[in-house]
């Protein structure tokens, strides 16, 4: 009781309270409040002091404004006893009326901004955005989207690069390369990575249990063995029924040269050609598609391919 009583000095003026009604809902500004109480600045920033003092809000800085709220998970016990009966009593008011329909006006402002900076900004959206925040983001983002319990599997992980993304988005990453100084460089990178398992093996045979995955990568890795098919019926046994496989890899091209360069076996695969590759795998929901080339790649084109392992039955082919 006494400490309800200790808050009803802050609550003793209806404007601090109907302050409170906006703000347990939005932040605002001081010259927002103004223009929803239709108040000066000065007596808005004092009741605010008031709030303030008894912790009913608090606030932060961003750039030249102070944005207040009320922090409704935080007041403590008699506050928040007291503030549902005051709520109560202060929103069935003709000023608390008139207060929401003049907030809607200063939240209708806010999203007029936000609309006229993208319809400027749409042209060059797309540069701006990766010159101001990169372009690992949006990868980083992708990769949420992986089930936190999954196992996968990174097949001719190389140095790791994309076993180290992968590890913080699932419970366990098993990368398997042929190389020792491709896995010593993985080694290096995934160090600090303790649901990281790193093993050498050929992709014709993997060092990996039938079933053992949710999922499975095989990036840029296809060019490089003699028999691709035997390669994806591997894969395809290490993943549990209703596991993904995932292929990134050279479209067929004519670069003699580009090939011998970067010690590949083959020119790339056409897109029927992965998919029958990928369906007599085992593998059911074949989709194959080119990828858009990136204006920056020198290199040949990719194709990207998806399919699953639905276990026994009729292959479905896309």
Same mark, same amino acid.
């Given at each position: ?11 003793? /003026?209806?404007?601090? =309270?109907?302050?409170? +009604?906006?703000?347990?809902?939005? $932040? ?5 409040? =103004? ?30 404004? &102070? ?12 506050? !928040? ?5 005051? @709520?109560?009593? %202060? !929103? ?9 329909? &003049? ?23 797309? &540069?701006?955005?990766? $010159? ?10 992708? +990769? ?12 001719? =992980? ?11 988005? %699932? ?7 042929? #190389? ?7 080694? @290096? @990178? ?14 014709? *045979? ?6 053992? =995955?949710?999922?499975?990568? +095989?990036? +840029? ?7 691709? *098919?035997?390669?994806?019926? $591997? ?21 003699? $040269?580009?090939? &011998? ?23 059911? /929901? ?20 998806? *399919?699953?392992? #639905? ?6 082919? @896309?």
């Amino acid at each position: 009781m006494v400490e309800i009583l200790e808050h009803m000095s802050a609550l003793s /003026d209806q404007t601090r =309270c109907r302050m409170l +009604l906006l703000l347990e809902r939005h $932040e605002l500004t001081v010259s927002e409040l =103004c223009t929803v109480l239709q108040m000066p600045q000065s007596s808005v920033s004092r009741q605010l002091k008031t709030l303030a003092d008894d912790n009913w809000i608090t606030s932060r800085r961003d750039a030249t404004s &102070r944005y207040y709220t009320m922090p409704l998970d935080d007041l403590d016990s008699a506050a !928040s006893r007291l503030w549902p009966l005051i @709520r109560e009593q %202060v !929103s069935s008011t003709t000023a608390a009326a008139h207060d929401e329909r &003049r907030l809607r006006g200063v939240l209708d402002r806010r999203r007029v901004k936000s609309r006229e900076f993208f319809a400027t900004a749409a042209g060059r959206w797309d &540069r701006l955005r990766e $010159e101001l925040y990169g372009k690992t983001f949006t990868q980083e983002a992708f +990769l949420g989207l992986l089930p936190a319990e999954w196992v996968v599997a990174d097949l001719g =992980c190389g140095t790791g690069q994309v076993t180290a993304a992968l590890a913080p988005h %699932v419970r366990r990453v098993l990368a398997v390369d042929q #190389s020792a100084a491709m896995l010593k460089a993985a080694r @290096r @990178r995934t160090g600090g990575l303790d649901n990281v398992e790193l093993k050498q093996g050929s992709l014709e *045979a993997l060092p990996l249990d039938a079933g053992a =995955c949710d999922g499975a990568l +095989l990036l +840029l890795a296809l060019t490089y063995v003699e028999d691709p *098919a035997a390669v994806l019926a $591997e894969a395809a046994r290490i993943l549990r029924p209703g596991g993904r496989l995932v292929v990134a890899d050279l479209l067929r091209h004519d670069r003699e $040269e580009f090939r &011998r360069e970067m010690g590949q076996l083959r020119l790339g695969f056409d897109t029927q050609e992965m998919e029958t590759l990928l369906g007599t795998a085992g593998l059911d /929901d074949v989709r194959v598609r080119a990828l858009a080339p990136d204006p920056e790649a020198k290199g040949p084109a990719l194709l990207l391919a998806t *399919a699953t392992r #639905s276990g026994p039955g009729p292959r479905k082919v @896309r």
